[in-house]
Nanobody, 129 residues
């Protein structure tokens, strides 16, 4: 049974940094992309960043571009979302997900979140002003 576990959330002051971790385990078939999503109360789920495993390419939402960085170690099935210059509007539950289908280019994952078929439990990020 494939499992996705996120960690690293917490309370941080405005302008501070935080790094989230995503560990994927127990898979019997390969996954083709990693996505980080967030959702705040009363708001729609937003795709924050997506990376294509085969392309080694990453895209970011305009709202976080220049502040967030997705990285990781494919061999260890561990991925990170480093968040810098955090703002109160970044407050949300963040979730990591894997895509079981291959698409090209990497922007296709951002445009089609239905591709993601396994999701982690979520980790809360709260940014205080």
């Amino acid at each position: 049974q494939l499992q996705i576990v996120e960690s690293g959330g917490g309370l941080v002051q405005q302008g501070g940094s935080l790094t989230l971790s995503c560990v994927v385990s127990g898979f019997t078939r390969p996954y083709y992309a990693i996505g980080w999503f967030r959702q705040a109360p009363g708001k729609e789920r937003e795709g924050v960043s997506h990376t294509s495993i085969s392309e080694r390419a990453t895209v970011y939402a305009d709202s976080v571009k220049g502040r967030f960085t997705l990285s990781g170690d494919y061999g260890k099935n561990t991925f990170y979302l480093r968040m810098d210059n955090l703002q109160p509007e970044d407050t949300a539950e963040y979730r990591c997900a894997t895509a079981g289908r291959s698409f090209y280019p990497v922007s296709a994952y951002a445009e089609n979140p239905g591709i993601y078929n396994h999701w982690g439990q979520g980790t809360q990020v709260t940014v205080s002003s």
